[in-house]
C-alpha cells in the first residue's frame, strides 16, 4: 500500500498569484499522477510523473500552466500558475503501488 | 480506454443490501474491472477489483458476467456512513502508465 500526504490541504489565492502543491509518498513509486476534481464533478487525470522523466500532460493542460517536479520516488509538485477563480478545484496526487492505485486527500484551491 | 457508464444517483436504506451496475461494452481483453468510493474531501478510495465471475472482500462482493460487459458492486448491510460517490473503472491493473480514467460515478445516499 501507500499513504499519500498534500501540502497545503486548501488554501485561498488571489488571481494571477501561483500556488506550488507538495505530494509526499510513504514509499517509492514509479508511476506518480496528479488529477483535478472540479466542485461535484468527477477525477480528470492533468498529467502524469514518472521519477526519471518529463511530466505527459494530457489534452487541455499545459506544463506553462501547471508545471511540475518529480525529483525523487517518494515526492512531487504540482504548480497552479497565474490562476484565475476557473482553476478553483481540489487537486489530487495519486501514485500506483503493488497494482492499485493510491490517492492523496486532495488540496482544496480557491481562487478570488 | 472503456468507457463506463452507471446511475447518477441511487438511494436506499440502512440494513439494505445496495447494488450498483456498472456498463462497459467495450472492455478490452487485458481491462479489469474496478470499484473506488469517495466521501467528501477525501481522495477515492479503493474498494474493490476482478477480472471475471466474483470477488468478495470485507467491504463489498463484485460480480461480473462471462461477457464482462458489465459488473455489478453488491453492498451488503448499508449504513449510513456508505453514503458516498462510487466510481466503477476499466483498466489496466492498477491503472497502468496512463493511471485510471474516472466517470461520473454513482452518487450513493442511504437514508435511516
Known amino acids: 500500500s501507500a499513504v499519500i500526504s498534500q501540502k497545503p490541504s486548501r488554501d485561498i489565492c488571489q488571481r494571477g498569484t501561483s500556488l506550488t502543491i507538495q505530494c509526499q509518498v510513504d514509499?517509492?513509486?514509479?508511476?506518480m499522477f496528479w488529477y483535478r476534481q472540479q466542485p461535484g464533478q468527477s477525477l480528470t487525470l492533468i498529467a502524469t510523473a514518472n521519477q526519471g522523466s518529463e511530466a505527459t500532460y494530457e489534452s487541455g493542460f499545459v506544463i506553462d500552466k501547471f508545471p511540475i517536479s518529480r525529483p525523487n520516488l517518494t515526492f512531487s509538485t504540482l504548480t497552479v500558475s497565474n490562476m484565475s477563480p476557473e482553476d478553483s478545484s481540489i487537486y489530487l496526487c495519486?501514485?500506483?503501488?503493488?497494482?492499485?492505485?493510491?490517492f492523496g486527500p486532495g488540496t482544496r484551491l480557491t481562487v478570488l | 480506454l472503456a468507457k463506463t457508464t452507471q446511475p447518477i444517483s441511487m438511494d436506499s436504506y440502512e440494513g439494505q443490501e445496495v447494488n450498483i451496475t456498472c456498463s462497459h461494452n467495450n472492455i478490452a481483453t487485458n481491462d479489469y474491472i474496478t470499484w473506488y468510493q469517495q466521501f467528501p474531501s477525501q481522495g477515492p478510495r479503493f474498494i474493490i477489483q476482478?477480472?471475471?465471475t466474483k470477488v468478495t472482500n470485507e467491504v463489498a462482493s463484485l460480480f461480473i458476467p462471462a461477457d464482462r460487459k458489465s459488473s455489478t458492486l453488491s453492498l451488503p448491510r448499508v449504513s449510513l456512513s456508505d453514503t458516498a460517490v462510487y466510481y466503477c473503472?476499466?483498466?489496466?491493473?492498477?491503472?497502468?502508465?496512463?493511471?485510471?480514467?474516472f466517470g461520473k460515478g454513482t452518487h450513493l445516499i442511504i437514508q435511516p
Open positions: 495519486s501514485v500506483v503501488s503493488d497494482n492499485e492505485q493510491f
Open positions: 514509499s517509492q513509486v514509479t508511476m
Open positions: 473503472l476499466v483498466g489496466a491493473l492498477g491503472g497502468g502508465a496512463d493511471g485510471l480514467t
Open positions: 476482478g477480472y471475471k
